[in-house]
């Protein structure tokens, strides 16, 4: 089993920026991929990026160019590093680990989630 716990949420304003980090622990080994998700009020849940072999990434269309997903050196953090943030990035993201980039990517079969954490922007 694999735990994962995120930090670093809460109220920003507009423009503003945020660091969220996830922390694994118990059986990382089958950890390959890590990756965040949100979901806003009333809103289905939706990728944000992923974090996967090497050096490779991937956001989503709203993600790039604000948004900066990176791991540590031993690969059980991962973190979320949001710049410019909108109004519209107000959710509760959460941290997903899994063996395999393509399912933490689509967020289909992917068994480890974190509990999430708040993500406020407003005035």
């Known amino acids: 089993q694999v735990q994962l716990v995120e930090s670093g949420g809460g109220l920003v304003q507009p423009g503003g920026s945020l660091r969220l980090s996830c922390a694994a622990s118990?059986?990382?080994?089958?950890?390959?991929?890590m990756g965040w998700y949100r979901q806003a009020p009333e809103k289905e849940r939706e990728f944000v990026a992923a974090?996967?072999?090497?050096?490779?990434?991937y956001y989503a269309e709203f993600a790039q160019g604000r948004f900066t997903i990176s791991r540590d050196l031993t690969l059980k953090t991962v973190f979320l590093q949001m710049n410019n943030l909108k109004p519209e990035d107000t959710a509760v993201y959460y941290c997903?680990?899994?063996?395999?980039?393509?399912?933490?990517?689509?967020?289909?079969?992917?068994?480890?989630w974190g509990q999430g954490t708040q993500v406020t922007v407003s005035s």
């Open positions: 997903v680990a899994d063996s395999s980039i393509a399912s933490v990517r689509s967020g289909r079969h992917v068994p480890y």
């Open positions: 118990g059986s990382i080994f089958s950890i390959h991929a």
């Open positions: 974090s996967g072999a090497g050096d490779s990434t």
